[in-house]
Nanobody, 129 residues
Framework: QLQLVESGGGLVQPGGSLRLSCAASESTSDYYAIGWFRQAPGKEREGVSCIRSRDNSTVYAESMKGRFTISRDNAKNTVYLQMNSLKLEDTAVYYC??????????????????????WGKGTLVTVSS
């Protein structure tokens, strides 16, 4: 059973940066994609970004474009989320997840949380002054 462990969350001021890590217990290269999702208090879970395994294509939710960057290091079985220019509304628990099956349209990955097969337990990001 694939296990995912997120780290790197914490308290940061508005405008600051954080880098989240998602360490997998085994190689994720054979899975279709890895994604980051988040859930703020009292809100529904939303997609943040996904990276496709076969070619490292990436997709971002609209509000994260230009501020967040997803990347992976296959040698370390780790996926990262670099978050810059953080805003108060970025406060949430951030989860990484792995999708086994192919999507017809990759960019739908950030809207397809229900189709992710494995989830980490999350890491809390708090943006506050």
């Amino acid at each position: 059973q694939l296990q995912l462990v997120e780290s790197g969350g914490g308290l940061v001021q508005p405008g600051g940066s954080l880098r989240l890590s998602c360490a997998a217990s085994e190689s994720t290269s054979d899975y279709y994609a890895i994604g980051w999702f988040r859930q703020a208090p009292g809100k529904e879970r939303e997609g943040v970004s996904c990276i496709r395994s076969r070619d490292n294509s990436t997709v971002y939710a609209e509000s994260m474009k230009g501020r967040f960057t997803i990347s992976r290091d296959n040698a370390k079985n780790t996926v990262y989320l670099q978050m810059n220019s953080l805003k108060l509304e970025d406060t949430a628990v951030y989860y990484c997840a792995v999708r086994a099956l192919r999507l017809l349209v990759f960019r739908q990955c950030v809207h397809a949380a229900d189709g992710m097969n494995y989830w980490g337990k999350g890491t809390l990001v708090t943006v506050s002054s």
